[in-house]
């Protein structure tokens, strides 16, 4: 069995633990509390906040829908209006965050949208790479500033980490490197340099437009995603947005990597216990916010999105077959450069190729 095959069966594993393992970290957190006890939190959350969460949610998926028109125009493709743009990423991306966030998350919804608008395999490749990319390139930039504007905020997981990994000066140094990432990485792009190789690694460097275009759109997707759960915690035991930021992007970065669906139960144990929690009504207001935050960021787009998936699919079936007696070439479409910030585009063109089939 090759490595490629391995890897299909390992992950999905891997998942599952983690699911497991968080899920039993999670119950030795929340048998002190009560089920009516979190439900009273949650309405004890005012209805302007509740607007500002929602509000929040609608900021973040407006940002990852800029994500794939970025992508697009890196791809040189124009003639694919916002609204079914938009329609797509929402789609995708409101089903791989309850399924799992990999890269070939929702690859078979982009690919049979765009592939309706006259795409190739290798240009939808291309734009999943490169969405993947933008929004690896947001956590680094926001975790960047976090680590340097507050260093102390390591200090949270005091116990829970190795002395040195929680140290404020391990967190500026750390924060720092980050933003040089960022930073060599704008660069690049500026000067037109030629892709950084370190190993396997391929750093390709874009045009300066959709550079800038990331630096703005991966950011304001991580604001709008921790906005939600910043809204949604009473202002007593709010730290503050930084301190949210911060704690939101370790937890959602433990989560994807971790390979649960959805992060279920990683997330969760991440949070709760970064913000340091000193008695049961606390535990009990960090359980709402974070309910509130899967119910806005996860489970109301999942439901909008099968509906869109059904729709969609709907009409292509009838349009199918209304148009089988007399079929239409379809428009063809500039081959695009293959080339993805960070990444082989070639091997996930394949790979993506695999995945669908």
């Known amino acids: 069995m090759s490595m490629k095959k391995l890897s299909e069966f390992i992950w999905p594993i891997i998942g599952l633990a983690a699911v497991v393992i968080s899920g039993y970290f999670l ?17 004890a959350i005012p209805p302007h906040r509740i607007v500002l969460a929602a509000l929040s949610t609608l900021v973040a998926y407006a940002a990852l829908a800029w994500y794939d028109r970025i992508a697009l125009l890196h791809l040189g493709v124009s003639h694919i209006s916002w609204v079914f743009v938009s329609l797509c990423s929402f789609t995708t991306y409101a089903l ?7 890269v070939f998350s929702g690859a078979l919804v982009r690919y049979r949208a765009y592939t309706a608008k006259g795409l190739t395999a290798a240009q939808v490749a291309v734009l999943v790479a490169l969405c993947s990319f933008t929004f690896f390139l947001g956590t680094v930039l926001l975790g960047g500033m976090t680590l340097v504007i507050d260093p102390n905020l390591l200090s949270r997981l005091d116990g829970k980490l190795p002395g040195f990994l929680t140290d404020p000066k391990t967190a500026l140094v750390v924060g720092a490197c980050m933003l040089g990432f960022a930073a ?3 660069i690049g792009s500026i000067l037109h340099m030629r892709p950084l190789h370190i190993r396997s690694f391929k750093l390709e460097y874009p045009r300066p437009g959709i550079m800038v275009r990331q630096f703005l759109a991966a950011p304001l997707e991580l604001l709008g995603a921790a906005g939600i759960i910043y809204f949604a915690l009473p202002d007593a035991m709010n730290p503050g947005f930084i301190p949210v930021l911060a704690i939101f992007l370790a937890s959602f970065s433990v989560a994807l990597a971790s390979h649960a669906p959805g992060g279920l139960g990683v997330f969760e144990i991440v949070f709760i216990t970064a913000m340091h ?7 009990d207001a960090v359980i709402a916010a ?7 960021y996860f489970w109301i787009p999942a439901l909008i999105s ?3 998936v059904v729709a969609f699919e709907r009409s292509r079936l009838a349009a199918a077959i209304g148009t089988a007696a007399h079929p239409r070439p379809p428009k063809p479409v500039p081959d695009a450069p293959v080339t993805v910030p960070g990444l082989d585009a070639r091997e996930m063109e394949r790979d993506l190729k ?4």
Do not use: P
Not at 96 to 102: D, E, L, R
């Open 184 to 186: 060599l990485y704008a």
């Open 354 to 357: 695999r995945k669908i089939v």
């Open 306 to 308: 099968i509906v869109v």
């Open 96 to 102: 791989s965050h309850n399924i799992g966030a990999s």
């Open 27 to 43: 119950y030795q957190e929340l048998k002190t509390t009560s089920i009516s006890a979190i439900g009273d939190a949650i309405l």
């Open 277 to 283: 929690i000193t008695d049961v009504a606390q535990k």
């Open 290 to 296: 974070v309910i509130v935050f899967r119910i806005f």
